[in-house]
């Protein structure tokens, strides 16, 4: 069974970091695209980072040079990394497998992936 489990959010002060982690399990990260999508409150859910099955990685323009996307294949584990957080980066966190035998990040369109971790609540206020 496919399953992605997101930890490592919480509260953090402007400025701060956190580094989010997504257990992934059911599948191979030699195979699939895995994304990390936010939405804030009154806000519809974006496209945050993305790594394909080689390892490219791609960033929305608001986090670029911020936020970093990485794996361990070993652990079948994807993280996102995020630095100088702001109160704007207050969202809750998704990890996301690409649907069927996609490698490619393609789009940011949430209905291309089809496989979603229950999401965690990343709050940035001092």
């Known amino acids: 069974q496919v399953q992605l489990v997101e930890s490592g959010g919480g509260l953090v002060q402007p400025g701060g970091s956190l580094r989010l982690s997504c257990a992934a399990s059911?599948?191979?990260?030699?195979?699939?695209?895995v994304g990390w999508f936010r939405q804030a409150p009154g806000k519809e859910r974006e496209g945050v980072s993305c790594?394909?099955?080689?390892?490219?990685?791609y960033y929305a323009d608001s986090v670029k040079g911020r936020f970093t996307i990485s794996r361990d294949k070993n652990k079948n584990t994807v993280y996102l990394q995020m630095n100088s957080l702001t109160p704007e980066d207050t969202a809750v966190y998704y990890c996301?497998?690409?649907?069927?035998?996609?490698?490619?990040?393609?789009?940011?369109?949430?209905?291309?992936?089809?496989?979603w971790g229950q999401g965690i609540q990343v709050t940035v206020s001092s």
């Open positions: 059911g599948f191979s990260l030699d195979y699939y695209a």
């Open positions: 790594i394909n099955s080689p390892g490219s990685t």
């Open positions: 996301a497998k690409k649907s069927g035998n996609s490698a490619s990040c393609g789009s940011w369109a949430p209905i291309d992936f089809g496989s």
